[in-house]
C-alpha cells in the first residue's frame, strides 16, 4: 500500500555533493524512522542514516560529518544531503521506512527501488 520512490543519484567527482530524495506515497496513516541503505558491488547492504519522526538522527561512523539526514513530514519525503563524497561512497543507495494504512492496522516495512551513486573523477 505504500511506495517509496528515490530520486537524485547520478555521477559525481571526488569531493563533490549530492542529494538524494526519497517520497513515499499511498495508503499511509502513519510512518515511522526512516532510514538510508546503502549497498555496493560485493558487499552487504548497510545503514547510513537514520531519522525518527521527531527528527533524531544517527549516522554510520563511515559518513559522520560528511552526510545529512531529514525529512519533510507534511511530504512524507526524507532526503540524505551528501558532502565531501569520496569513492568508498559508491553504492546504490535505498530508504527504507516502516508505514502503517489503516487505524490498528499492520506495520509493513517498504524499500524504494535504489537509486545508483557513483563518486568517481
Known amino acids: 500500500q505504500v511506495q517509496l520512490v528515490e530520486s537524485g543519484g547520478g555521477l559525481v567527482q571526488p569531493g563533490g555533493s549530492l542529494t538524494l530524495s526519497c517520497a513515499a506515497s499511498?495508503?499511509?496513516?502513519?510512518?515511522?524512522?526512516m532510514d538510508w541503505y546503502r549497498q555496493a558491488p560485493g558487499k552487504e547492504r548497510e545503514l547510513v542514516a537514520t531519522?525518527?519522526?521527531?527528527?533524531?538522527?544517527n549516522y554510520a561512523d563511515s559518513v559522520k560529518g560528511r552526510f545529512t539526514i531529514s525529512r519533510d513530514n507534511a511530504e512524507n519525503t526524507v532526503y540524505l544531503h551528501m558532502n565531501s563524497l569520496i569513492p568508498e561512497d559508491t553504492a546504490v543507495y535505498y530508504c527504507?521506512?516502516?508505514?502503517?494504512?489503516?487505524?490498528?492496522?499492520?506495520?509493513?516495512?517498504?524499500w524504494g527501488q535504489g537509486t545508483q551513486v557513483t563518486v568517481s573523477s
Open positions: 527504507h521506512t516502516a508505514a502503517t494504512s489503516w487505524p490498528s492496522g499492520p506495520t509493513f516495512y517498504y
Open positions: 499511498g495508503v499511509i496513516l502513519t510512518i515511522g524512522p
Open positions: 531519522i525518527t519522526t521527531g527528527g533524531v538522527t
